[in-house]
Nanobody
C-alpha cells in the first residue's frame, strides 16, 4: 500500500497550490480519503474529506471557501486545491484513507497514510 503526496512548496500569501495524492495497493474506491496537516510544534489536524465516490465532501471551517478536496477514482488520485493561502496554512500536509465516513476526523481510525508534503506560505 502506498499514498504519495506531491505539489507542496513555498508560496506567497494569497497564492495557490494544488496538492496531489497518488494511491496504490488497495481498492481506492472503497475508502474515504482525507487531508490532514501538521504545523511545527502542533498536533495533526483534519482539513478535508471526500466520500469514496466523491459525492460528499467536507472541510474544516478555517479553510472553507479557500480549499477544495476532490478525487478521481479512475486515476486513484485525491487532490486538495488551496487558494488564498495564509501563513497559518503552513504545515506538512498528509493524505489518509479511512473505511468509515463517521471516523473521518480522527487520526487513529485511519488505515493508511502518506509521508506528507511541505507547504510554506511566506513572503
Amino acid at each position: 500500500v502506498q499514498l504519495v503526496e506531491s505539489g507542496g512548496g513555498l508560496v506567497q500569501p494569497g497564492g495557490s497550490l494544488r496538492l496531489s495524492c497518488a494511491a496504490s495497493g488497495f481498492i481506492f474506491r472503497t475508502y474515504h480519503m482525507s487531508w490532514f496537516r501538521q504545523g511545527s510544534g502542533k498536533e495533526r489536524e483534519w482539513v478535508a474529506s471526500s466520500e469514496n465516490y466523491g459525492i460528499g465532501t467536507c472541510h474544516v471551517d478555517s479553510v472553507k471557501g479557500r480549499f477544495v478536496i476532490s478525487r478521481d477514482n479512475v486515476k486513484n488520485m485525491v487532490y486538495l486545491q488551496m487558494n488564498s493561502l495564509k501563513p497559518e496554512d503552513t504545515a506538512v500536509y498528509y493524505c489518509g484513507a479511512v473505511k468509515t465516513w463517521s471516523d473521518r476526523r480522527t487520526l487513529e481510525n485511519y488505515d493508511y497514510w502518506g509521508l506528507g508534503t511541505q507547504v510554506t506560505v511566506s513572503s
